[in-house]
């Protein structure tokens, strides 16, 4: 199983940015899919996630609820988080897993949000 996030980078507080989890080694449809988030000095902290096959369903924390949408494409095996408005506090590593706890995550990537 691998999972590399992308996307990343330096923001200034409101925009946006669209982060990028390519996966291999696994049936990547059968498996709903989340997206979590570690800021520096605190734990890991789950932000959304996607069910398997049509990803018709999606959940999300309240901390970015209204902020950030996540879809997948089953066909390229890539799983997205579109994030908008962003804030400082948003910034944190972003990886991707197949579980809510971030067991199974891959390499992330890192966003910084100056206010």
């Known amino acids: 199983v691998q999972l590399q996030a992308s996307g990343g980078g330096l923001v200034q507080a409101g925009a946006s940015l669209r982060l990028s989890c390519a996966a291999s080694?696994?049936?990547?449809?059968?498996?709903?899919m989340n997206w979590l988030r570690q800021a520096p000095g605190k734990g890991v902290e789950w932000i959304a996630t996607?069910?398997?096959?049509?990803?018709?369903?999606?959940a999300y924390s309240d901390s970015v609820k209204g902020r950030v949408t996540i879809s997948r494409d089953n066909v390229k095996n890539m799983l997205y988080l579109q994030m908008n408005n962003l804030q400082p506090e948003d910034t944190a590593l972003y990886f991707c897993?197949?579980?809510?706890?971030?067991?199974?995550r891959g390499q992330g990537t890192q966003v910084t949000v100056s206010s």
């Open positions: 080694g696994f049936t990547f449809r059968a498996f709903w």
């Open positions: 897993a197949r579980d809510r706890a971030g067991n199974t």
């Open positions: 996607i069910n398997g096959g049509s990803g018709g369903e999606t």
